[in-house]
């Protein structure tokens, strides 16, 4: 009985961290996004602006909503590395283990 708590503790555990970093994740993206929008249909002569030659405002935050969101990805990856996958890891040697138990009063 106490084996089944802990397994249900570390589903939950797991369940809790691959949710905070999908949200962190998907709202970093989404985010900037939604910024990019609304300035674009919010300020259209601010976007228009010239920053830096022919380079406008607005180009610049197209090209920096691209860097944004692989940086989101890239970090949804190597957090997911240093902790969801170790949980996952754990739960599944729980139920392997709790199988071969299974299978052996069988």
């Not at 949200?23 to 601010?46: D, E, H, I, K």
């Not at 997911?80 to 052996?104: C, K, M, N």
């Amino acid at each position: 009985m106490q084996e089944t708590h802990r397994h249900s503790a570390d589903l939950a555990a797991l369940r809790s961290a691959y949710r905070l970093l999908r949200r962190t994740s998907t709202l970093t993206a989404l985010g900037s996004f939604v910024v990019y929008v609304v300035l674009s249909c919010g300020a259209p002569g601010l976007m228009g602006s010239k920053i830096a030659g022919e380079l406008s405002l607005g180009m610049a935050l197209g090209i920096l909503q691209l860097v944004v969101t692989f940086a989101a990805v890239f970090w949804y990856g190597r957090s997911a590395q240093g902790s969801v996958d170790p949980l996952a890891r754990a739960v599944r040697e729980q139920a392997v283990t709790a199988g071969r138990h299974t299978e052996v009063a069988r």
